[in-house]
């Protein structure tokens, strides 16, 4: 990062939340290019993302949204204008599904029965498409609370339970079984959803592949996605749709905090004026150990440090850091990669105040997208 960057973002109160404009525009070109090179569709999966004052930019690349549930679902209807909106949930509720009728273009089911329970409704509606997610029972990944495939899994349909009688009104198949992989693993996956549920392809109009696909990472092979795309819409004649959040917004974002207090026990530690638990509940929950700028691994430089948040929990510990010179009270550190999973999973516990949202313009320009206060907090109680 340039310095006119780095003191851009020292600049700001903090703690702050802030979305590079030039880094999400990188992002959904390399989306638009694979849009443009096999005619798919990419819907950005809100659930990484939604802050929606940069949905107007996202429009301009890629084809629309997809949402899990109805709040997501109507917050792409009010802010991305025309573009698709796409939902999928492990089950409706009634009063929800009237009303993802009127704003959605496709609802994918979960299972046969709620596809039944909602079928005579569905069949009404003719400018909506509706299709099932399907458990190729088959996936990568190797951490269980991110593995859709795991054992007794309630995500998708299996093949034994697939029932070929019922797919009178339902036009896709979808799945979803990666996360942050390239599209070697896609390639794979695809073999096992053709060997499994091909047979019911020319069935169907569309097919959806889910999130997970680490699309706009320097080391993904775009052109590998793009054969795949293109086999399955040329032997079978089906729309793809692909649906990441990840790609969308990963590396487009910053979270800047202060060092609030530096303290020893047996170590040196500082406490930062932004939470794991509160601000990127991921750490905790994947975890892993998000990346400051200028600093090292523990013991890499001169001087390492453990940070931790200003809560009460003794586990809201950011990771062990060092850095060249020992940090002061008053010092800013700057989180990376810190737009997705982050403003969407965010939380008050404690009565922590919410970091502001900050779009860093490509122009260098920043500007105050979000701030928040007390009632944010008072409201939800
Ligand atoms: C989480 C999820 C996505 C987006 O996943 P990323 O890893 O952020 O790309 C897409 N579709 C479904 C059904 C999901 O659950």
Not at 125 to 137: A, D, Q, T
Request: with cysteine; aromatic share 12%; glycine share 8%.
């Amino acid at each position: 990062m340039n310095d006119d960057k780095m003191n851009i973002l020292g600049s700001l109160p903090t703690p702050c939340y802030v979305i590079d404009e030039q880094a999400l525009i990188h992002n959904l070109e390399v989306l638009q290019y694979v849009e443009q090179q096999t005619g798919c569709h990419i819907l950005l999966a809100q659930k990484a993302f939604s802050a929606y004052h940069v949905y107007p930019l996202i429009a301009q690349y890629i084809s629309g949204t997809t949402a899990s549930g109805i709040f997501e679902a109507r917050l792409a209807h009010e802010e991305m204008g025309n573009k698709q909106v796409h939902v999928f949930s492990p089950a409706y509720k009634d009063e929800d599904f009237d009303y993802l009728t009127t704003i959605c273009d496709h609802i994918v089911f979960n299972s046969f029965s709620q596809w039944k329970h909602f079928r005579e409704k569905a069949l009404k509606c003719k400018n909506v498409s509706f299709g099932l997610r399907i458990n190729p029972e088959y996936s990568e990944i190797e951490t269980d609370i991110y593995n859709p495939c795991f054992t007794n899994s309630r995500l998708g349909i299996t093949l034994d339970n697939f029932e070929e009688n019922e797919l009178d009104g339902i036009s896709g198949l979808h799945f979803h079984t990666m996360c942050e992989q390239g599209s070697d693993t896609l390639e794979r996956t695809l073999k096992v959803v053709e060997e499994k549920f091909g047979k019911y392809f020319s069935r169907m109009k569309w097919i959806n592949f889910g999130g997970g696909h680490h699309i706009s990472k320097p080391d993904y092979d775009v052109e590998r996605l793009i054969r795949c795309v293109n086999y399955i819409k040329e032997k079978y004649g089906l729309e793809v749709y692909i649906e990441p959040g990840e790609a969308v917004a990963v590396d487009a974002g910053y979270l800047v905090c202060t060092v609030l207090d530096t303290i020893k026990n047996n170590m040196d530690i500082a406490i930062v004026d932004t939470s794991a638990a509160c601000h990127m509940p991921d750490v905790l929950e994947m975890p892993y150990r998000p990346f400051i700028i200028g600093s090292g691994d523990a013991g890499e430089l001169k001087y390492t440090c453990r940070l931790g948040g200003p809560t009460c929990l003794a586990g809201d510990i950011i990771g062990d850091y060092s850095f060249d010179s020992p940090l002061n009270i008053g010092d800013k550190l700057v989180f990376t990669d810190m737009a997705m999973y982050s403003m969407v999973k965010n939380n008050t516990f404690n009565g922590m105040p919410l970091p502001s949202i900050y779009l860093l313009k490509a122009d260098g320009q920043t500007k105050l997208l979000r701030e928040f206060s007390y009632s944010d907090f008072k409201c939800r109680l």
